[in-house]
């Protein structure tokens, strides 16, 4: 069974930095991940994506201050959030699309179940 689990989300002064971790773990082939967030009354939105090659894009929003990365040996992506604004506040879900070898042969997205980021000073 595929699950994402995160970890990283807090509390931050605007400014200030977080490092969000999502590790997945129940076998398959871990295609693209990505960061989603969904902050209140407003519609999730991506924020970054990473192929298994490395190649990266970023919302416009957090293009210079965020830096998605991942550790394939470790199914892990993370999230380096740098100069946070107070706008940054939202639920972070990480993403994942997977190939699992059953019968059939699928390739679905994963969710994790989200981490909190407040920016607050």
């Known amino acids: 069974q595929v699950q994402l689990v995160e970890s990283g989300g807090g509390l931050v002064q605007p400014g200030g930095s977080l490092r969000l971790s999502c590790a997945a773990s129940g076998g398959g082939r871990i295609n693209t991940m990505g960061w989603y967030r969904q902050a209140p009354g407003k519609q999730r939105e991506v924020v970054a994506t990473i192929t298994s090659g490395g190649i990266t894009n970023y919302a416009d929003s957090v293009k210079g201050r965020f830096t998605i990365s991942r550790d394939n040996a470790k199914n892990t992506v993370y999230l380096q959030m740098n100069a946070l604004k107070f706008e940054d506040t939202a639920v972070y879900y990480c993403?994942?699309?997977?190939?699992?070898?059953?019968?059939?042969?699928?390739?679905?997205?994963?969710w994790g179940q989200g981490t909190q980021v407040t920016v607050s000073s």
């Open positions: 993403n994942a699309d997977i190939t699992t070898w059953g019968i059939p042969i699928q390739t679905r997205a994963y």
